[in-house]
């Protein structure tokens, strides 16, 4: 069974930084692009930022420059360096991969079950 958690939210001020972590364990032959997005109340999820197995990276214009997306296949796992974090930073995050389980037939989309951030101003 595969599974995909996240971890590292959690509360600060204004001009700092945080660092989320997500890791997908189970019996997986292949992930596709990692990605974290982000939902604030009252708004949709967004994409934050991806990174492909090779690391090519895709940012959201918002972050660009203060958010730095990274992965270790080794260990199946996509960081976010969140750095100069600003008041509309703050939602609950979440990781998506796109794993193809082994035996499986196809990748399949597993969502994290999402990691707070708060920034204070």
């Known amino acids: 069974q595969v599974q995909v958690v996240e971890s590292g939210g959690g509360l600060v001020q204004a001009g700092g930084s945080l660092r989320l972590s997500c890791a997908a364990s189970?019996?997986?032959?292949?992930?596709?692009?990692m990605g974290w997005y982000r939902q604030a109340p009252g708004k949709q999820r967004e994409l934050v930022a991806t990174?492909?197995?090779?690391?090519?990276?895709i940012y959201a214009d918002s972050v660009k420059g203060r958010f730095t997306i990274s992965r270790d296949n080794a260990k199946n796992t996509v960081y976010l360096q969140m750095n100069s974090l600003k008041p509309e930073d703050g939602a609950v995050y979440y990781c998506?991969?796109?794993?193809?389980?082994?035996?499986?037939?196809?990748?399949?989309?597993?969502w994290g079950q999402g990691t707070q951030v708060t920034v204070s101003s």
């Open positions: 998506k991969a796109p794993i193809f389980a082994t035996g499986g037939s196809r990748y399949v989309d597993y």
């Open positions: 189970g019996s997986i032959a292949s992930i596709g692009f």
């Open positions: 990174i492909s197995s090779a690391g090519r990276t």
